[in-house]
């Protein structure tokens, strides 16, 4: 009973507090809830799994299990180190997720998030540059979801001017961190969340960012 009950307070921790703190998608969900199941409900606190094997035991497809992997890991929900052809999973449970977002992180996080946001025209030629998707993922943005990044944080000297300034989805904006551009889509494409191809044309066009070759037409 002890064991059911710790499951019950494990699931409502996760459904009610850490998904929607993390805005968890749905894939990431069942690939978290899955490795949660097959680890820590079963007394270890890890496991070791091929990436095929793990796509089917969620039930999702090869690419689609290594992408949600990818966040859980950004998210720090788990751990993720290559072993053999496999890989090893540790797997953290919600509370222990939430004890580590410390305020300092939050506030890091936030910083990146740029007053241009306020500034309509030129939120308007950013995502006309940008074609209304997302810098780094290419997803296509919808309207009051959307996050301005620094390509070079602030926190690392970055210029707080629209040149340095790109428009993302929040996702993006948020596990980017304050890392560098450059090293984020490195990581999103290792998870093929962006073609290699894709990748090249974003770091194409954020050496033309730098250069503040931005033709930003100003909406009028
Ligand atoms: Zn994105």
């Known amino acids: 009973m002890g064991e059911l009950k710790k ?28 490795l949660v199941r097959h680890t820590r409900l079963e007394g270890r ?27 859980l890991a950004r998210k720090g929900c788990v751990q993720v180190r290559p072993y053999r052809h496999a890989q090893a999973i540790e797997v953290f449970l919600p509370e222990e997720v939430i004890r580590e977002i410390r305020v300092r992180d939050w506030e890091r996080l936030q910083r990146d998030t740029v007053r241009v946001s306020k500034n309509r025209v030129l939120r308007a030629a ?20 959307i996050w301005f990044d620094h390509v070079v944080p602030l926190a690392r000297g970055g210029s707080p001017e629209e040149k340095n300034v790109v428009a993302c989805c929040r996702t993006c904006n948020r596990w980017k961190g304050t890392g560098g551009a450059e090293a984020f889509l490195r990581e999103l494409c290792k998870a093929r969340g962006i073609s290699k191809e894709q990748l090249q044309k974003r770091l194409a066009a954020i050496r033309e960012i730098l250069r503040g070759k931005l033709r930003l037409r100003r909406a009028a």
């Open 45 to 71: 606190r890890g496991v070791v799994v091929g990436m095929a094997a793990l796509a089917r035991g969620v039930g999702l497809g090869y690419a689609a299990a290594r992408w949600h992997l990818f966040r």
């Open 126 to 145: 950013i995502l006309r540059r940008e074609r209304g998707r997302c810098f780094y993922c290419q997803q296509r943005l919808v309207e009051g979801k």
């Open 7 to 34: 499951a019950g307070q494990i699931w409502k921790e996760f459904e009610d507090y850490l998904a929607p703190l993390l805005g968890m998608k749905p894939g990431e969900r069942s690939v978290y809830s899955y």
